[in-house]
């Protein structure tokens, strides 16, 4: 058997929206099952992200320490930000939140990895890129509330490895592009899509 995960559709015969937010929205969908059986499914709508896997010439890892309400904690992440802008290309807007949260841009960019956050109560889907051939850059954007005082570090690959390991790091882009940068490392990084695969 292909172990690959497929483009899949039962219908939906009714559809009611409980909440709709800034960003997300909640809804519950009555699916028509195999057999012919309907159930219930409520999840969260949510438009997508990105995020950056940030990688310089010493292999080092940048990571960005944000505070996360839902789980009350201060968590260590990667650049990352919501496809906010219509029509967008996802690499761009993965430079957009790269210059914006960091300050830096990258000469050189690849598909990382692909990933649904919590496909059982979410559509959220994130692509995280691997960015490389690092420079600072001077951004006029000006800060986000949730985005003033966030420390930015610079974390080496393999640490950053032992600490995903350790459960010291939880969000789930981080841990899924730190992990997927080593094991690409190991290649060279040769076997990573172009920066503009499409999304299956």
Not at 20 to 42: F, L, N
Not at 86 to 115: F, K
Request: hydrophobic residues 45%; proline residues 6%.
């Amino acid at each position: 058997m292909r172990i690959e995960d497929l483009p899949e559709e039962w219908a939906v015969v009714d559809s009611k929206e409980h909440f709709k937010g800034y960003v997300i929205g909640v809804r519950t969908d009555t699916v028509r099952m195999p057999r012919d059986e309907v159930a219930d499914r409520d999840y969260v709508v949510h438009p997508g992200s990105v995020a950056v896997l940030a990688l310089d010439e010493h292999d080092r890892v940048l990571l960005i320490r944000q505070y996360r309400h839902p789980p009350r904690h201060l968590l260590w992440e990667l650049p990352a930000g919501i496809r906010d802008v219509q029509g967008e290309p996802l690499v761009a807007t993965a430079a957009r939140e790269l210059a914006e949260e960091a300050g830096y841009r990258a000469e050189t960019w690849h598909t990382l990895v692909d990933l649904y956050t919590s496909p059982g109560m979410s559509d959220e889907r994130v692509r995280v890129f691997l960015a490389r051939d690092l420079s600072k850059t001077e951004s006029d954007f000006v800060h986000r509330h949730e985005e003033i005082d966030m420390p930015l570090e610079w974390v080496p690959l393999a640490d950053a490895v032992e600490k995903a390991l350790m459960g010291m790091i939880h969000n789930s882009p981080a841990v899924a592009g730190i992990l997927a940068a080593y094991a690409a490392s190991v290649e060279g990084f040769a076997l990573l899509r172009p920066a503009d695969a499409p999304e299956a």
